[in-house]
T-cell receptor
Framework: ETGVTQTPRHLVMGMTNKKSLKCEQH?????MYWYKQSAKKPLELMFV???????ENNSVPSRFSPECPNSSHLFLHLHTLQPEDSALYLC???????????????FGPGTRLTVL | DAKTTQPPSMDCAEGRAANLPCNHS???????VYWYRQIHSQGPQYIIH???NNETNEMASLIITEDRKSSTLILPHATLRDTAVYYC????????????FGAGTQVVVTP
């Protein structure tokens, strides 16, 4: 595997279910991100992890719970979601070097989530 | 990070150059200009970035005005596979590497 992978690619869940989205990066990067993209809306940054510590949480509801067990893996645990949470969830990684030229982010293909 | 303004959509004929404008009039001296694109329902793809000088790579060219208040992404020979939403983003190096995506420009390349 190369780049950034995400599983599953598609997920349908009920409002009472608990599921998890997985992201894995094979690039040796030190930062990982979760984005949400709802229909016809710009990407919204949800969480930022740098060196496995959460450094940003953009007012995301607690029904979304991220986990970063190591620098290569990022999870998004989902529970009691609402239909309006249906969206494309994108994971990205980058190599962050403080106060140096910012490096590009590499995105995964996304997980298309539908909440019934 | 500075806000950017892009036209919502533009069409381009296959084989012709596509010139995508972006205004970033409040850009600071340490902010870089990045371009990404997103083909329908896929993850965004990095295209190019620059600070002051014009840049070129195998995908595109980036022209930044001398006052840095605007830039243009040039796709030299557009193909049907270049149909996508193109995002212009400005950001600094001290922002945890995060990007603030706007609405972008929907580019449609027609035969």
């Amino acid at each position: 595997e190369t780049g950034v992978t995400q599983t599953p690619r598609h997920l349908v869940m009920g409002m009472t279910n608990k599921k998890s989205l997985k992201c894995e990066q094979h690039l040796g990067h030190n930062a990982m991100y979760w984005y949400k993209q709802s229909a016809k809306k710009p990407l919204e940054l949800m969480f930022v992890y740098s060196l496995e510590e959460r450094v940003e949480n953009n007012s995301v509801p607690s029904r979304f719970s991220p986990e970063c067990p190591n620098s290569s893996h990022l999870f998004l645990h989902l529970h009691t979601l609402q239909p309006e949470d249906s969206a494309l969830y994108l994971c990205a990684s980058s190599q962050v070097r403080w106060l140096a030229e910012p490096n590009e982010q590499f995105f995964g293909p996304g997980t298309r989530l539908t909440v019934l | 990070d500075a806000k950017t303004t892009q036209p919502p959509s533009m069409d381009c004929a296959e084989g012709r150059a596509a010139n995508l404008p972006c205004n970033h009039s409040t850009i600071s001296g340490n902010e870089y200009v990045y371009w990404y694109r997103q083909i329908h329902s896929q993850g965004p793809q990095y295209i190019i970035h620059g600070l002051k000088n014009n840049e070129t790579n195998e995908m595109a060219s980036l022209i930044i005005t001398e006052d840095r208040k605007s830039s243009t992404l040039i796709l030299p020979h557009a193909t049907l596979r270049d149909t996508a939403v193109y995002y212009c983003i400005v950001r600094t190096s001290d922002s945890w590497g995060k990007f603030q995506f706007g609405a972008g420009t929907q580019v449609v390349v027609t035969p």
